[in-house]
Every structure is written in C-alpha cells, then in structure tokens.
C-alpha cells in the first residue's frame, strides 16, 4: 500500500486506520464530510506531510474528483451513517450515504490503479438472535443500516466481478469501542458516568455483544488487503518444511514431501557454501547484541564466512509497541542492509511479524536471498546447530523446544498442534472425497 484512499478518515475507527496507514510510511487521502468526524482527530496525522484531508460528501461526484487525481492503490471506504436513532429516523438519508454513497465512489476509482478495495460492512446484516452468528449465517438484516451494508456487499461483489484482479474485501465489524468515539455509545457512556460518579443507566441488557479495540478493527481492516500469513508465505520462491508434523501429515494426505528443512539443516550448509565462496551474510534479528554474537559463533565454526553486517531487531521493543515497527526503523533497516551489500539475508524476528516486514521491504532490498529464521539467530548465540543431534534423529524436537521454553511455547504445542491434526484430516477426508466424486464420474 503506497497510496491510499479512506473515505471517513476523520471518523472513530477511519482515524485510527489513518495513524496506522501513515506508519507504515503510505500515502494518504481523507474524504470526509465532518458531521460527526472530528479534525483533531488527524492532528497527528498531520504533522507526517503525507496526509491531505478533503471536506467532502460521497454523496456528490463533484467531491469525489480529487480521487482521480491521486490515483490510490488501495481503498478503505468507511464513511457510513451508523448511529441507531438518527438512521432509523432519516432511513432515506442512510441508504443514500451508506449505498449510493459507495456506488459514487467505486465510479470515482474507474481510472485508478487499484489493487485493493476494502469495504467494512457490519455483523448488523444478520439481524437480532440469541446464539453467536458463524460467518456463514443467512443476511437476515431487520433494520435500516444492515438493510444498506447487505445492499452495499452486493455492488461489492459486482464489483469485484467487473475488477477480478482487485483485491475484493468485505469486513463484518461487530461492535468497536475505545478513544474518538463519535457517537454516544455504551462503553463511552459507562466509562463517563464512572469517571463523574454518576449512577450508571443502562437500557435493555438482554443483547450480548463482541467488543473490539478500535486499534484492532484498524489492524485488521489494514490485514485483509495484505492478506494472512498463509497467503505471505505462499508468495516465497521457496517454502521448506520445517517441522516432522508438516512432513508427517502431508505424507499422510498423499502429498510428496521430502525430509524436515529447518534453519538448522539448510543453514549450516548455507555457510559453509559462503566460506568456500565468499558469499557474504548479514544476520538481523533477536535483541541486541544476539547477531553480535552469533557472528562471532559462525566465525569460529566457519573461518573465512563473510558477516557483511549486524542489526538487531528489538526496535519494536525500544518503542514501547511490539509487533510493529516504527516507518522511520524500517527506512533505517533498509539502509543499513543496504549499504552492506550482502548477498544473503537472514531474517529472525517473530512470525507472522517476519513474514509481512519481508513483503513491505523486499522491492527496496537489493540483497538477492533472503532467509526467514524466527529466533534462530538466538540458537546460534548460543551454539551453532539448534538441537542436539540424538533429538533431531529421534524427531522430539518440538519436545525439545517446549522443554526449555514452556511458558513461550506451550500453546504451539498443545492447542495449535490439535488444530492442525484437525486441519489435516480434514485435508485427508476432502482428497478422499474429490477422488471418490472423480471416480464415480469416470
């Protein structure tokens, strides 16, 4: 995302998206009419010089040409009449706003270079109930706004029909609370009333209700275009299994999966190859001082191994939000690499964190091979090969790792390893049935 469009970006959940989107280092442009938007809430925003903030209603064309001239590459179209009492009283206005509001805008976006367009609807399409809705409940919406979001995910799947190549989102958002509210909603209100010492009034209790952080909402709006970790990792030139448990139940679905490749396998060999040619290594990572060491480890274990470079990777730490980092670290890490000029990378921070700061600088890296390693930069600190050689041969591993890290690691191999036993067979039960199917057919 380079250059992005948020319809609504002065609103509650648009604002927060907008911070999020400028620290990415993205482009951005605000259309917003400001009835209930609030300009304070992009002064932040601001201060970047990369956001320009248009007063306007989706509502006329007219308001709508700046978008051709900015030319987005990515979309996030939240600008909607929400608030219960207003819509239900002015149902002809909302449809306006909500649907012939978002039939403008996709028009106003024909000559742009799209490549993604999300579109927040809301849980609001499937009506009132008292179980929990799977995603797959029928749209049965019994008011004005989840009338206009069902209306609006239909000009999005035409949409996306007339655009195949554009990335199609539709986001059912439940119900977001934190700072920048704009309209009066419960938390807000029990949270006020608290804070004065006020008794706090309720109206009818019977709803129950999911409850996001608005910086979550934005987080995953901002996730759905690049897409899940599944989907980045898919995008590498080579992807190696590097668990028995992957090897183990593809073989067992039928699928044609050599040994285990960890780190701890292809690395060694990768260094010793750069020895004996001199391909040169740069090692980011882990906190600071790990690639340090572990250059001084690879050293000893490899004389004449090349380490173009060190850098740390706990820059997300330092700033006091972990998980992501900083525009102006990532510009940095990029020189820094950069001005290396290495010919191999190797990557050990946190999945899925490793995964999507490969993909938002792979374009400005002039490194040719980048390696993903999660903390193995941390085990060659401390020694050169990840497991001892008796627990590699008896495939534990896992058994290995959750031993000397339980309290890191214990749900990886508790809950996440029973949900991918049931992946797998549902995986083996699918093929079983597609083979049946062509079977009878034949």
């Known amino acids: 995302m380079d250059r992005v469009l948020v319809t609504g970006g002065a609103g509650f959940i648009g604002s927060h998206l907008v911070d999020l989107l400028l620290d990415s280092g993205a482009e951005v442009l605000v259309i917003d009419d400001f009835r209930l938007g609030k300009r304070e809430s992009l002064e932040r ?22 978008v051709d001239a900015f030319r987005p590459d990515t979309v996030f179209h939240l600008a909607a009449l929400h608030f219960i009492p207003y819509r239900n009283a002015h149902k002809q206005e909302a449809l306006d706003v909500n649907v012939v509001g978002l039939h403008n805008v996709l028009r106003a976006l024909s000559g742009a270079p799209l490549k993604a367009f ?20 029928p749209p049965r919406p019994d008011e004005i706004y989840g009338l206009s979001k069902w209306l609006g995910e239909g000009v999005m799947a035409r949409f996306h029909h007339d655009r195949p190549k554009v990335r199609t989102v539709v986001a059912r958002i439940f119900n977001t609370y934190g700072p920048r509210e704009t309209n009066p909603h419960v938390l807000p209100d029990i949270m006020k009333a608290l804070g004065e010492g006020k008794p706090i009034e309720l109206g009818n209790l019977w709803p129950k209700r999911d409850l996001i952080f608005v910086t979550d909402t934005a ?26 448990g992957v090897v183990l139940g593809a073989r067992w679905i039928g699928l044609p ?59 997300d730490v330092a700033r006091g939000h972990p998980g992501h980092y900083d525009t102006a670290d990532i510009d940095m890490m990029v020189d820094a690499i950069n001005s290396a000029d290495a010919d191999i990378l190797h990557v050990s921070i946190p999945s899925p964190m490793q995964q999507t700061w490969v993909w938002q600088v792979a374009d400005r890296l002039s490194v040719p091979v980048i390696i993903t390693g999660g903390s193995y930069l941390d085990h060659l600190a401390e020694r050169v090969y990840w497991y001892p050689a008796w627990v590699t041969k008896l495939r534990l591993n896992w058994a290995y790792r959750l031993c000397r890290e339980p309290r890191r690691l214990w749900k990886r191999y508790t809950l996440d390893l029973i949900a991918f036993g049931g992946m797998v067979l549902w995986a083996k039960w699918a093929r079983r049935s597609t083979s049946r199917a062509v079977d009878e057919q034949a």
Do not use: M
């Open 118 to 137: 999300v579109f927040p609807s809301s849980g609001a399409i499937y009506g009132f109930g008292d179980d929990p809705w799977p995603e797959t409940a």
């Open 45 to 66: 925003a601001g201060s970047t010089g990369r956001l320009t903030v248009i007063d306007g209603d989706i509502r006329r064309p007219e308001d709508l040409r700046a």
């Open 257 to 315: 999966v050599p040994n285990r490749q960890g780190n701890d396998d292809i690395c060694p060999r990768v260094f010793a190859l750069s020895a004996t040619h001199g391909f040169s290594n740069f090692l980011f990572g882990c906190s600071e001082g790990t690639p340090e060491r572990a250059a001084e480890n690879l050293a000893e274990t490899f004389p004449g191994l090349p380490i173009a470079g060190t850098l740390h990777g706990y820059w």
């Open 219 to 244: 987080a995953a709006l901002v996730a759905t275009v690049s897409g899940g970790l599944i989907e980045k990792i898919n995008r590498f030139d080579i992807v190696l299994p590097d668990g028995w």
